[in-house]
């Protein structure tokens, strides 16, 4: 089960990938601007639609991993996120990644399966209390509330970057512990069991608001200053939220030492690509 969980997230990973490439490409295109007249002039655009299939995509895989593993390990996967969407991207926006820029995918590559080895995440619950919810959704909805605030239009581009990409990284974890909750309802008690339960409502609103806070986010900066935010803080929230929603574990002790080795080659890598990614050459032809 643990092996399925984490073959979805890798495929939703890659998906995933897909969808924020070809979205930035769309967003890069549009006139600056916000709210639903964004996604209206982006729905024009064949790239965007292409972005959101990717999303779909990424969803169902993500959903299938979630009915299959722990949420700590599932969302940390999506790290690979960002190598994906490089390795997408190169090619799409016609660049050349430098050999330095190749060190830092291994980098985050490397640092995550250390990670993900040492931690051993593990937990089989997938529902809830309201007792357990209702904090966590206070504190969610309310730093999500506080960074669209602090990104008001005038302040720079890569903080306005940086701060809707980390609100969207929490809405993606928190929409992540919603679908697992509504997906094991679904899986233990039938469809109709699982269009009975607030859960399932509560992560496509705000499945929708995470997509919304991305859109905007990748319009007010560039790739390199969104997406750092979007994939750690998903993994990092996401991680909480598994271990105070559904009581998952990892290991501790003396396993804490290679964890955080992990943890800073994955933090490395990524601050190295914020400084790579915006240098890269455009391929003649």
Not at 76 to 95: G, N
Request: hydrophobic letters at 60%; a positive charge.
């Amino acid at each position: 089960m643990i092996l399925l969980a984490a073959m979805f997230a890798v495929m939703g990973a890659a998906s995933n990938a897909v969808g924020t490439a070809f979205q930035r490409k769309a967003a890069s295109t549009v006139a600056r601007g916000g709210g639903l007249r964004l996604l209206l002039d982006l729905a024009r655009r064949p790239a965007w639609l292409i972005g959101i299939a990717g999303v779909v995509g990424a969803a169902v895989f993500q959903a299938l991993a979630l009915v299959n593993g722990p949420l700590a390990l599932v969302q940390p996967l999506f790290i690979l996120e960002l190598p994906f969407a490089l390795l997408i991207a190169i090619p799409l926006l016609h660049r050349r990644l430098p050999r330095a820029g190749w060190w830092a995918v291994a980098g985050v590559v490397g640092g995550l399966a250390l990670v993900l080895a040492s931690a051993a995440p593990s937990g089989a619950r997938d529902q809830a209390s309201m007792v357990r919810w209702i904090p966590v959704l206070v504190l969610c909805l309310g730093a999500v509330a506080v960074a669209v605030a602090l990104a008001r239009p005038g302040r720079p581009p890569l903080f306005r970057a940086a701060v809707l990409g980390s609100a969207s990284a929490v809405s993606n974890a928190l929409t992540a512990a919603l679908l697992k909750s509504a997906t094991g309802t679904l899986a233990h008690s039938g469809f109709d069991a699982f269009l009975g339960v607030w859960q399932t409502y509560g992560f496509a609103l705000t499945g929708v608001g995470a997509i919304l806070l991305l859109e905007n986010a990748l319009q007010a900066g560039s790739l390199a200053a969104s997406q750092p935010a979007l994939t750690i803080g998903d993994a990092t929230v996401s991680l909480l939220l598994g271990m105070s929603l559904f009581g998952e574990t990892i290991r501790t002790g003396w396993w804490l030492v290679p964890e955080a080795i992990g943890a800073g080659l994955i933090l490395w890598g990524v601050l190295r690509l914020t400084h790579v990614v915006p240098h890269m050459r455009e391929v003649a032809g």
